[in-house]
């Protein structure tokens, strides 16, 4: 039995696996990261367009702040975020963006004088102060007040990756590639690591530590057309579930990005419309400002794909063998800036769709792009239901985005979540001991080696990439942008049985090693419960909120669905998950419920939003004089490490 | 585009897995039906689907941004995920796993080591003893505009390692640096908060494995996947290097 003890393992070499291993390394804990692939490739390298931190450095982003952010994370989740943990998220992103800055990430600058944008369609001029000169730049992204997004060109995701790695090598933090958790290890309600396979040798190791936490990304390949890396699997999340301990936090709210290139479905940056490009149609109509007056095309990410399907529905689309699809045209922002500031998109559309986005319209659609759902974990990134479990990044629902993720802010999440989670991954190192019983670490090598020799000696049984297909096209069919009552009741019919014939699984290729067969039929069973998850919370969620519309129930229904969706399987036998709610007090918001700002507000509302709106109105009163911090502290105190505590400083304004 | 009729295309892949007692290389052919718009990572998948379960490959991104699949194309290295079969009007595809990485299988390469061990030699992170001390509540440091463009350009590097696979020079001389170390240290020397001297870089890159054991055939500059400017990046580096130890 091949046994690796540490204090912190890390599962999960992206930005937010590194930065919780960075955390615990530098507070002096013994730290291993586990990865499928070298670090540098993970999927937080596609990010495109950028990073939310309100510095407010550009003339358009003057007059952000930590409670504009808020505003717009809150309106941006359809209320259904956790208000302490999207304040503690923005009140630290200044902080993480500036770290990141010392440790090497070359965010474009701002540059003093005029320049050329495009607003609304139109070529304006903007003048940028002498004292921003230099500091990091910001540009536009959907549903964001102001010019919030710092980047480095369309390479952001890149160049923070880049960073991080790079610091976790300074500090040689080691990084244990091709190696996949398939189990947690735990005993009495406390996780003690993860049974792990060796991708190459196909050997399981048991990695032992008083602190684990998963980083493995979102489940967007559940799906069959994703933006997201064919790695983003969910398996980290899936081990949770299985664990029975560990629940799953609104799964079923999934994010369709409006301008993925069709029909591959690979992204083309918000930063395309941040920075002027606009929707078209087939007749080369520009169609948002119809749908949305007033946000057009930078609606947020659900309502500008639920436009787009209602504008392709209406026969509107371009129709082409993938069938409709609709235009983005960003050629009236110059070779240029297309040459610059949007090289990737300028690449992905050469490389993969023969065109030149200088001349040429780029062919969108909207696709499966972000999972706001994951291991529920508290403020402190623990699991709620397995101590010693910790999660971040787009695996966890910590739970800053709700039902919908405003661009720009997942990779912000990833940093900042990583810096404040890891402090409290270290202080648990710190405070626990390292204590298990050797019988239990055997127990469940030994789980996980029947499993897979199970497998080898199958004769014959299922096919694992054909029921990944399936699964797949379920997702697509039935559980998409639009959903309502048949389908959905359909797809977890459907999966049920895929989740049956997922336990009867052969494989060809009856190797123990490097086996990618035997990959697939590892993760697959694991995908199908995650989907089912996804289904059935969809299936018994009766409202719309965020991304999740039913077509059925196409009001917000703060009344009766203002609570979090819990999934947890507990029953190994089972088809479905067990579902549980967990309420959002309104009592204790620091912006209850009200409307987004976009189409005519239908919510149903709860009594405690108009009580809380008058209390709130109540301390003000009670409070004259008191400025925006203290405002914020007396509405909604918040837990901040030590170390990240303290006012941001902004040009031209100080520390107010 | 029309449906006319799609081609058969010839695939010839090297198979070998180490792994496996007695394997030894050999070339296997597949034939796939070419669809619209394939890409050799969408003919690679079908393969491995519906004809051979066990073949060995790697992607992550499929979109040319994470520098996971470089593999050799009809003789050339490149990445696969972006390379469109409509580029070969044979049909005949000739896989090979990159040379220079130690082998997975198959087509699987272990870039990771290689990369980890480049990233140690020429310590590519910002050396600076204030970096952790900086105050995070207040303005970062200002940098010119075009200081932060010209370090994105150095930056845009994927670790692909096809200009390793591309480099007769590292073939005959395993420690040589390569065009992928070169391009990192050329990206942090320009950086104004890395605080390292001229003969500190020296001391990395200035002999035979680094910068002057390059016979300047420039393999790296004709396969680069992001058109880095290794050319030119290695001219300023010997450059800088032999002007002296500043």
Redesign the interface.
């Given at each position: 039995m091949k046994v690796i003890y540490t204090d912190s393992l890390v599962i999960g070499g992206g930005l937010a696996g590194l930065r919780v291993a960075i955390a615990a390394k530098q507070r002096g804990y013994d730290t291993i990261v586990l990865s499928l692939?070298?670090a540098?490739?993970?999927?937080s390298?596609?990010a495109q367009g950028g990073m939310q931190a309100s510095?407010g450095a550009s003339i358009k982003g003057v007059g952000d702040d930590e409670d504009v952010h808020f505003g717009d994370t809150v309106r941006g989740s359809d209320w259904g975020c956790d208000q302490d943990v999207a304040r503690a998220f923005v009140n630290t992103a200044?902080?993480a963006?500036?770290?990141l800055?010392?440790?090497?990430v070359?965010?474009?600058?701002?540059?003093r004088g005029d320049r050329q944008v495009v607003i609304n369609g139109e070529k304006v001029t903007i003048t940028e102060s002498d004292d921003a000169?230099?500091?990091?730049?910001s540009r536009d992204f959907g549903g964001t007040k102001k010019w919030r997004t710092c980047y480095?060109?369309d390479?952001t995701g890149?160049?923070m990756l880049?960073a991080m790695d790079?610091?976790a090598?300074?500090l040689k933090i080691p990084?244990h590639?091709?190696k996949e958790a398939i189990a947690l290890i735990h005993e009495e309600g406390v996780c003690k690591g993860a049974i792990v396979r060796d991708l190459?040798?196909g050997k399981l190791i048991a990695y032992v530590a008083k602190a684990t936490t998963i980083a493995t990304g979102g489940y967007g390949r559940i799906y069959s057309v994703s933006t997201n890396?064919?790695?983003s699997e969910g398996i980290g999340t899936a081990i949770a579930l299985e664990t029975g301990l560990s629940p799953l936090g609104n799964m079923e709210a999934v994010q369709f990005h409006p301008t993925a290139i069709v029909?591959?479905g690979?992204?083309t940056t918000e930063g395309c419309r941040g920075d002027g490009g606009l929707l078209l149609d087939k007749d080369g109509y520009r169609f948002m400002p119809d749908y949305e007056p007033d946000k057009k095309e930078l609606a947020s990410r659900d309502v500008v794909s639920r436009r787009m399907i209602e504008h392709m529905r209406k026969g509107k689309g371009v129709s082409?063998?993938y069938g409709d699809h609709l235009w983005l045209d960003i050629t009236l922002l110059g070779e240029k800036h297309i040459r610059?500031n949007l090289r990737?998109v300028d690449?992905?559309c050469q490389?993969?769709?023969?065109i030149d986005p200088v001349k040429e319209y780029i062919p969108v659609r909207p696709t499966q792009h972000y999972s706001m759902g994951g291991i529920k974990t508290n403020f402190k990134g623990e699991s709620i239901g397995l101590k010693g479990l910790f999660s971040v990044g787009e695996a966890a629902c910590w739970d800053m985005h709700g039902f919908n993720r405003l661009g720009g802010n997942s990779v912000a999440e990833t940093v900042v979540a990583g810096m404040l989670v890891g402090e409290y991954v270290a202080d648990h190192c710190e405070a626990t001991p390292l204590k298990i019983d050797t019988k239990t670490i055997e127990s469940f090598l030994e789980q996980e080696k029947v499993k897979i020799s199970d497998l080898l000696d199958r004769d014959k049984g299922e096919n694992p990439?054909t029921l990944k297909k399936e699964m797949q096209k379920i997702m697509m069919d039935d559980v998409g942008i639009f959903r309502n009552h048949d389908d959905l009741a359909k797809a977890v019919e459907e999966l049920k049985i895929l989740n049956q014939k997922a336990k009867n699984i052969a494989?060809?290729?009856k190797?123990s090693?490097?086996?990618?067969?035997l990959v697939?039929a590892i993760r697959v069973p694991k995908m199908i419960k995650l989907a089912q998850c996804v289904a059935y919370g969809a299936l018994l969620r009766k409202e719309s909120r965020g991304a999740h519309a039913r077509e059925d129930f196409p009001q917000r229904n703060d009344k009766d669905w203002l609570k979090r969706t819990l999934a947890t399987w507990k029953n190994e036998d089972a088809d479905l998950p067990e579902i549980d709610y967990e309420p959002l007090d309104i009592m204790k918001m620091e912006l209850p419920p009200a409307s987004r700002g976009y189409g005519n507000d239908s919510t149903i509302a709860h009594p405690d939003t108009e009580k809380r709106e008058k209390e709130i109105e109540k301390i003000l009163k009670d409070n004259p004089g008191i400025d925006r911090i203290q405002t914020q502290e007396t509405l909604n105190p918040v837990e901040i490490p030590e170390r990240?505590q303290?006012?941001?400083?902004?040009?031209g304004r100080g520390?107010k | 585009m029309n449906d006319e009729q799609n081609r058969t295309l010839t695939f010839e892949i090297l198979r070998y897995n180490p792994l496996i007692k007695g394997d030894t290389p050999k070339m296997e052919k597949y034939e796939v039906v070419e669809a619209p718009g394939m890409t050799i990572f969408i003919a690679l998948n079908e393969i491995r689907e519906e004809k051979d379960p066990s073949i060995q490959f790697d992607f992550v991104c499929r979109a040319g941004i994470c520098g996971s699949c470089g593999m050799i194309i009809n003789g050339e290295p490149k990445l696969a995920c972006r390379t469109l079969t409509a580029n070969y009007p044979k049909g005949v595809i000739t896989l090979l796993p990159l040379p220079g990485f130690e082998l997975i299988g198959d087509l699987s390469v272990d870039t990771g080591k290689v990369m980890r061990q480049m990233s140690e030699r020429v310590e590519s992170w910002i050396h600076d003893k204030e970096a952790e001390n900086i105050d995070l509540t207040r303005l970062e440091e200002r940098m010119e505009p075009e200081v932060a463009d010209e370090i994105y350009e150095l930056e845009r590097c994927v670790e692909c390692g096809l200009c390793l696979s591309a480099c007769a020079t590292k073939r005959m001389r395993e420690d040589f640096l390569g065009a992928v170390g070169f391009m990192r240290l050329a990206r942090y020397s320009i950086d104004p908060r890395d605080k390292r001297t001229g003969e500190e870089f020296y001391d990395i890159i200035g002999d035979d494995d680094g910068v002057f054991g390059c016979m300047t055939l420039l393999g790296c500059e004709d396969y680069c996947p992001k058109d880095l400017p290794h050319q030119t990046q290695i001219a300023y580096l010997r450059r800088k290097m032999a002007l002296g130890k500043k």
């Open positions: 692939i070298p540098k490739r993970s999927h390298a596609a510095l200044p902080k963006i500036r770290q800055t010392a440790w090497g070359p965010w474009s600058r701002v540059q000169h230099g500091l990091i730049n480095t060109s390479g890149h160049t880049y790079n610091k090598i300074e990084v590639e091709r190459i040798t890396s064919v790695i029909p591959v690979i992204l082409s063998r610059k990737e690449e992905i490389y993969f769709l023969g990439f494989l060809r290729n190797i090693s490097s086996n990618p067969e697939e990240y303290g006012k941001n400083e902004r040009v520390f | -």
